[in-house]
Every structure is written in C-alpha cells, then in structure tokens.
C-alpha cells in the first residue's frame, strides 16, 4: 500500500519537477483520501499512506514554490466507481460513511475531475499546499 499511495507519488513527483523547474513552473496535484485526513478503522495502511501524500505535498509546495511549482492534493470521500461499488451495497458501509454524508449523495468521477481542472488551471495560480476536500462535507462534521 505505501509503495504504491505514498512512494508513487513521490516518484511522480520526482519525475516531473525538474521539466518543471526548467519550464519556469508548473502544477502538481496529488491524489489522496478522506483517509488521509482522518483515521479509519477498516485500514490504518491505507490511511497512513494517503497521510503521507498530504504531507508530502505540503513539503514540495514549500520546497519548490520559489521556482514556481505548486503543489496540492485532493482528499475525495466516496466516488460513486467500480472500485467503490462493492463497499457502497454494503450496508454497515452505507451506514457509516454514506448516510452521515451532509450533501446526501455519492461523489461522481466529474466532482474530482472538476477539482483538479481548478488545481491545474491558472485560476489557482495563488494555491499551493493546499488539501481540496471532495466528500459532500463528510469531514466537515
């Protein structure tokens, strides 16, 4: 789980920060979790690892700000997907995570995709380190 949450992330990263730094800027945004904000029970690995990512962000946006590269992560809640429709009909799951949700409904793909359109587009160009949560206010509570 850390090799693939918190160790790919920082080999993206890696990757792409030099092109970056050579083309006077640019955007980085990491995938994390609700997960990564707070404890879960079902999964203290995966919570560590998207803990990580978050962490990692605020670091490189520091780190790499001067040279024009920001960096930020978004932390989706429940993402209406393939991989999530297995855990959505269970209904201790449903429980738990669904029926607390402010905005009463599953996260759809667009929702991120839309977040990270933001993140990645001039209009965010004063946003670094920062965590966009999509979860329907979930963490709110």
Same mark, same amino acid.
């Given at each position: 789980?850390?090799?693939?949450?918190?160790?790919?992330?920082?080999?993206?990263?890696?990757? !792409?920060?030099? !092109?970056?730094?050579?083309?006077?800027?640019?955007?980085?945004?990491?995938?994390?979790?609700?997960?990564?904000?707070?404890?879960?029970?079902?999964?203290?690995?995966?919570?560590?690892?998207?803990?990580?990512?978050?962490?990692?962000?605020?670091?490189?946006?520091?780190?790499?700000?001067?040279?024009?590269?920001?960096?930020?992560?978004?932390?989706?809640?429940?993402?209406?997907?393939?991989?999530?429709?297995?855990?959505?009909?269970?209904?201790?799951?449903? !429980?738990?995570?669904?029926?607390?949700?402010?905005?009463?409904?599953?996260?759809?793909?667009?929702?991120?995709?839309?977040?990270?359109?933001?993140?990645?587009?001039?209009?965010?160009?004063?946003?670094?380190?920062?965590?966009?949560?999509?979860?329907?206010?979930?963490? !709110?509570?």
């Amino acid at each position: 789980v850390m090799d693939i949450n918190a160790k790919g992330v920082f080999l993206g990263a890696k990757a !792409a920060i030099p !092109a970056m730094r050579e083309a006077g800027g640019g955007s980085i945004i990491n995938l994390s979790s609700v997960a990564g904000l707070v404890g879960a029970a079902y999964s203290s690995a995966y919570s560590a690892s998207k803990g990580a990512v978050r962490l990692f962000t605020k670091s490189t946006a520091i780190q790499y700000a001067t040279d024009g590269v920001r960096c930020n992560s978004i932390h989706p809640g429940v993402i209406q997907t393939d991989m999530t429709k297995e855990a959505i009909a269970d209904s201790q799951f449903k !429980a738990q995570r669904l029926d607390p949700t402010p905005l009463a409904r599953l996260g759809q793909p667009e929702d991120v995709a839309y977040g990270a359109l933001y993140l990645a587009s001039d209009e965010s160009s004063f946003v670094t380190g920062a965590e966009l949560v999509i979860d329907g206010g979930w963490t !709110a509570q």
